[in-house]
């Protein structure tokens, strides 16, 4: 079975500058996260979808930080503009049942904003 | 909203000696409190979860223990080897939120 998929796996930029991260869940998880990971901290929830539907996105700086999901399935998160302060890893998470079981994570994608 | 201290930050031990590593949380209502390690450049793996109904739940080297009353929980990790050389995240899930500690770095030196 083929994990989480994210690209791409590292990404540099100069502030200001819009990026947008990719990921692909495992075949059939309907619950699907996006993390960020600053170094040396566990992962901050960004966003959770149930399906298309985003069900907790609390924490999402809703200012410069965008994130879709369409038909279920695919996500992107979209940043616009970047900061400084965004450098991290972006991970994203899928699960089958839903938050009270297994996270599957994807390898991340490391931001660097200059 | 949940909070979730990790201690210790860092942990080296011996090959061969058991490892400690605890959590505490804040929100009594968290009921779903998995681990989490992972290898330096690689993504997270869960290594063992705890609901909780149960009190301690053991996979041959390793175990959780949960403490509902304290609000806190432990991983053991016994005859500890090279490849468990990690780091460790514990994690509380509330209402379909999951809120991760900081992480222990585990060392263990053959």
């Known amino acids: 079975e083929a994990g989480v998929v994210q690209s791409p796996r590292y990404k540099i930029i100069e502030k200001k500058q819009p990026v947008a991260f990719w990921c692909n869940p495992i075949?059939?998880?309907?619950?699907l996260y996006w993390y960020r990971q600053n170094l040396g901290q566990g992962p901050e929830l960004l966003i959770r979808y149930e399906n298309e539907e985003a069900v907790d996105d609390s924490q999402l700086p809703k200012d410069r930080f965008s994130a879709e999901r369409l038909k279920g399935v695919d996500s992107t998160l979209k940043i616009q503009p970047a900061e400084l302060g965004d450098s991290a890893v972006y991970l994203c998470a899928s699960s089958s049942r839903g938050p009270q079981y297994e996270q599957y994570f994807g390898p991340g994608t490391r931001l660097t904003v200059t | 909203g949940e909070n979730v201290e990790q201690h210790p930050s860092t942990l080296s031990v011996q090959e061969g000696d058991s490892a400690v590593i605890k959590c505490t949380y804040s929100d009594s209502a968290s009921n779903y409190f998995p681990w989490y390690k992972q290898e330096l450049g690689k993504r997270p793996q869960l290594i063992i979860d705890?609901?909780?109904?149960?009190g301690e739940k053991k996979d041959q080297r390793i175990a959780v223990t949960l403490n509902k009353t304290a609000k806190h929980f432990s991983l053991h990790i016994t005859e500890t080897q090279p490849e468990d050389s990690a780091v460790y995240f514990c994690a509380c899930t509330n209402a379909g939120k999951s809120t991760f500690g900081d992480g222990t770095t585990l060392t263990v030196k053959p």
């Open positions: 075949s059939g998880h309907n619950t």
């Open positions: 705890i609901r909780s109904n149960v």
